[in-house]
């Protein structure tokens, strides 16, 4: 007889864009993406601003009726209902919000970037493990199945060695006057109070290419030293909020011989004619001795991959489109309901809900080590390029009653 799906339920800590999204997410069918053997269902979600919201986000996202509405996240963590909390706050909140919760013993995924600096992360990772809990950040594209095609591609030997990886990340958001962007300076991209920046929103996926060729499909040295992590040469030019516009990073590993260039702006598109066109070319170049392998589509979502080979086999010998699948049953977007729904977020709820089974406090594809790694690189870029938040959300002095925690 088939087993029954492990099921997992969730709570969801703030009510904005991307937690919309991820709930959405998590009520499509499984079957729809050929899982079955996991599945989701939402127990809470709290908001930091009043019940009533955490209410009208729950009956957005069409959650059970019986799921329950906080109007504190401090309300959240205690509810026993919950296997794992999301995470789903600003950059500058994501320390204290996720220490909250594993303080009260609940499993955590963070949304990216983990933390403000790499010390907070460590903190996390140290809480995790005095409680025994499952913490992971939430970096949705390392569990696309392009992704994971595309690290076995590149374990396998296809294109050769990999000696380099570019990595483009670039939103435009620039507007006639050269001085400003569209987005208020309030907003959580270009607000330093929020820990906003091109670096911790939209830098962090471009490391994730870097990493995920370079890092975690390096082979680890016998001896037990463990991988080689990188040194970085990277420039900052800011906006007139302090925030970084326009980011450059160099990733060297020096023993591997290789480098990962990864960049990201506000002020301009890697994209410009629209997410799902492949004509501006590949937004990610993995380049080996025998090959190379190009993603297209925005780097947080992409949605094809080419092979293109040297020599014998020499051209493109395989571009594979990887359309994210929909559920028919839940409405689409605004004015294209009848598509279904379907973004992408539930895979890395997938890997959540098999860690949470098999009794797994980290996922293999995001370790806690190497979400610390590229914390300590942000932070040398951020070094270099003299970014520095306001102290109160670079602090790694966790306070339950922060105002981050909102009240209680
Ligand atoms: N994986 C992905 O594709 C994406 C990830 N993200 C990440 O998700 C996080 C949230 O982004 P997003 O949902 O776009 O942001 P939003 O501004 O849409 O939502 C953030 C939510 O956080 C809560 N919040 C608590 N305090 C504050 C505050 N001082 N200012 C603003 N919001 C506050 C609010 O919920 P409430 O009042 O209900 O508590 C708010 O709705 C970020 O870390 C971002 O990097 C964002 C977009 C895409
Ligand atoms: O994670 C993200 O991906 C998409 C971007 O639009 C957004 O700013 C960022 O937070």
């Known amino acids: 007889m088939a087993q029954e799906p492990f099921t997992v339920r969730w709570g969801i800590l703030a009510t904005g864009g991307i937690a919309t999204t991820f709930a959405k997410d998590l009520l499509t069918n499984p079957a729809t993406r050929s899982v079955n053997d996991v599945r989701h269902t939402i127990v809470a ?8 919201r955490a209410v009208e986000f729950l009956k957005d996202v069409g959650a059970p009726t019986s799921a329950k509405a906080y109007g504190s996240y401090h309300a959240l963590a205690q509810d026993p209902n919950i296997d794992v909390v999301y995470v789903a706050t600003p ?4 320390f204290q919000n996720a220490m909250l919760c594993l303080t009260a013993g609940k499993n955590v995924l963070c949304e990216k970037a983990f933390t ?3 010390a907070q992360a460590r903190l996390l990772v140290e809480k995790a493990k005095e409680k025994g809990v499952f913490l992971m950040e939430a970096v949705w594209t390392r569990y696309f199945p392009l992704s994971v095609k595309i690290r076995e591609l590149v374990t396998s030997g296809k294109i050769g060695t990999v000696v380099k990886v570019n990595a483009d990340l670039c939103i435009n958001g620039s507007t006639d006057d050269a001085e400003k962007l569209s987005f208020s300076d309030k907003h959580r991209a270009v607000n330093m109070d929020l820990a906003g920046g091109a670096l911790l929103d939209l830098g962090i996926y471009t490391l994730t290419w870097v990493f ?3 890092y975690l499909c390096q082979k680890a040295p016998a001896d037990g030293s463990g991988k080689e992590k990188p040194k970085i040469l990277a420039a900052i030019d800011k906006y007139h909020t302090g925030a970084d516009a326009l980011t450059s990073i160099i990733c060297h590993w020096p023993k591997q011989r290789t480098m990962g260039i990864a960049t990201s702006s506000w002020r301009v598109a890697t994209t ?4 799902g066109s492949p004509a501006a070319g590949p937004a990610c170049r993995i380049q080996g001795t025998k090959g190379e392998i190009q993603v297209f589509g925005p780097l947080y979502r992409p949605t094809m991959y080419r092979v293109i080979m040297f020599g014998g086999e020499r051209g493109v010998v395989e571009e594979v489109e990887c359309p994210i699948p929909k559920d028919p049953k839940i409405p689409g977007v605004k004015g294209e ?5 379907g973004h992408g977020m539930f895979w890395e709820a997938d890997e959540v809900a098999r860690c949470l089974r098999d009794g797994k406090k980290q996922s293999d594809l995001l370790t806690w080590e190497e979400s610390i ?4 690189a942000m932070d040398e870029v951020r070094k270099q390029g003299d970014l520095v938040y306001p102290q109160e959300i670079e ?14």
């Open 116 to 118: 403000v600096n790499a």
């Open 212 to 214: 995920q060729i370079l």
């Open 395 to 408: 602090s790694d002095v966790y306070d339950e009653k922060s105002p981050l925690n909102g009240s209680s």
């Open 337 to 341: 309901e009848e598509l279904g729904w």
């Open 45 to 52: 979600a709290a908001s930091s601003s009043s019940e009533s």
């Open 91 to 94: 950059h500058s909140h994501h």
């Open 373 to 376: 790694v590229i914390m300590d």
């Open 272 to 275: 410009p004619d629209g997410e």
